[in-house]
């Protein structure tokens, strides 16, 4: 099992930048693909970044594509979400989320999840 602690939003101007962050307990959190999801009001949770076990392979939603890097770190059982050229349109809360086996861009493939932690960015 997985519970993850979400961190790191915070109140931006567009054109900045902010670093969110995921820290996992549980002795077997290699073994899990990591993904990002956000949601802004009114509007369904949606994809925006995943990892493999291991790191090497990244995947990224369209809209965030170039702007936001995600990475891990399984010997601090953490993970990244580096978000940079912030845009108003990227104002939600965002949601660290783990699965066993291969990443998915489909929240309901994901058992767990934090709490959340808002994002949002000023024109």
């Known amino acids: 099992q997985v519970q993850l602690v979400d961190s790191g939003g915070g109140l931006v101007q567009a054109g900045g930048s902010l670093r969110l962050s995921c820290a996992a307990s549980?002795?077997?959190?290699?073994?899990?693909?990591l993904a990002w999801f956000r949601q802004a009001p009114g509007k369904e949770r949606e994809f925006v970044a995943a990892v493999s076990w291991n790191g090497d392979n990244t995947y990224y939603a369209d809209s965030v594509k170039g702007r936001f890097t995600i990475s891990r770190d399984n010997a601090k059982n953490t993970a990244s979400l580096q978000m940079n050229s912030l845009k108003p349109e990227d104002t939600a809360v965002y949601y660290c989320a783990a699965r066993f086996g291969t990443y998915m861009i489909i929240s309901t493939a994901y058992i767990y999840w934090g709490r959340g932690t808002q994002v949002t960015v000023s024109s």
């Open positions: 549980g002795r077997t959190f290699s073994s899990y693909a």
